[in-house]
């Protein structure tokens, strides 16, 4: 991959919020593989010789077709909470575009490499050049739609995240069957719910309108269910899992955001990642 030019990289930032843009670089993880947007809590946290507050981050993942600066003010919420982010861009999509994985029929392909280079992404946020800004024993994942699926397929493996919060996603592949997004033998490899296993009871919010057109809620439904079964033979409290839905939203397709519910949406989110990643630091008076 490239370099970023400095104009690039002014174009990027000039899409965020003015309170964000300033605690906010652009790098690429795992080997620069991965582009990512990297936004922190702290003033000059990048800076030489910085001393940043180790905080918790959230591992966010974009949907099909769009890119990581979308939706901006998701991360300024965080950011005010005492969270920091890290969102990168799928395989094929922002800095790392190809048309062919923007396709419906590419998606889990692209949740298979993605889940795949997830794992260097969170060690790269240890390296010397971030100053110990993220706190790598309290790093939540999440994602909205393909993004989400991401993150449901790498949770099928062990792991140290310690929550998750995915949008308008599934982990119950056999309800897309007969859509172009249902594609073998990825579909059957990668199906989270035939892969539970491995997933280890960590805090759950889904959040989904009741009349999504791409992927239908009884196709998440299903999935909490097969999760609460999982949780309660862990011996684990089958109330850490959430789902929260809306009868309708607004939103494009009912896919894409939660239109005129976003801002309640956005606050369960955030406040569900404060509940299990620690609260915001006191201010000093």
């Known amino acids: 991959m490239t370099g970023r030019s400095d104009e690039q990289v002014a174009e990027r930032l000039a899409r965020l919020p003015n309170a964000l843009r300033s605690q906010t670089v652009f790098r690429s993880?795992?080997?620069a593989r991965v582009p990512a947007l990297l936004a922190h809590p702290d003033a000059g946290w990048m800076d030489a010789g910085a001393r940043p507050a180790a905080r918790p981050v959230v591992l966010w993942m974009h949907g099909r077709t769009v890119n990581k600066e979308l939706d901006p003010g998701r991360y300024l919420r965080w950011q005010r909470a005492?969270?920091?982010?890290c969102a990168i861009?799928?395989?094929g999509h922002g800095e790392r575009a190809d048309e062919a994985y923007q396709q419906a029929d590419h998606t889990l392909m692209l949740a298979e490499q993605c889940a795949g280079e997830?794992?260097?992404v969170?060690?790269?946020l240890g390296a010397p050049e971030f100053n110990g800004a993220f706190d790598l024993d309290r790093v939540a994942i999440g994602g909205m739609s393909a993004g989400g699926i991401v993150a449901l397929v790498r949770l099928c493996r062990p792991h140290r995240f310690r929550a998750v919060a995915v949008e308008a996603t599934t982990g119950d592949f056999a309800p897309m069957r007969g859509r172009a997004f249902f594609v073998e033998p990825w579909a059957d490899r990668l199906n989270p719910i035939d892969h539970l296993e491995d997933w280890a009871a960590i805090p759950f919010l889904a959040l989904h309108s009741e009349a999504d057109e791409w992927i239908p809620v009884g196709a998440m439904r299903s999935f909490v269910g097969a999760l609460r079964a999982r949780y309660g033979a862990l011996g684990a409290d089958p109330a850490m899992i959430e789902m929260h839905t809306w009868p309708k939203t607004g939103a494009p397709y009912e896919h894409y955001g939660f239109?005129?519910?976003s801002n309640e949406a956005k606050n369960l989110q955030t406040e569900f990642l404060i509940r299990h990643l620690g609260p915001p630091p006191a201010?000093?008076?």
Do not use: H
């Not at 005492?82 to 982010?85: L, R, T, V």
């Open 89 to 91: 861009d799928l395989p």
């Open 122 to 124: 969170v060690a790269a």
């Open 118 to 120: 997830i794992d260097g």
């Open 82 to 85: 005492g969270i920091a982010a």
């Open 259 to 261: 239109g005129k519910v």
């Open 29 to 31: 993880l795992s080997g």
């Open 283 to 285: 201010v000093e008076s």
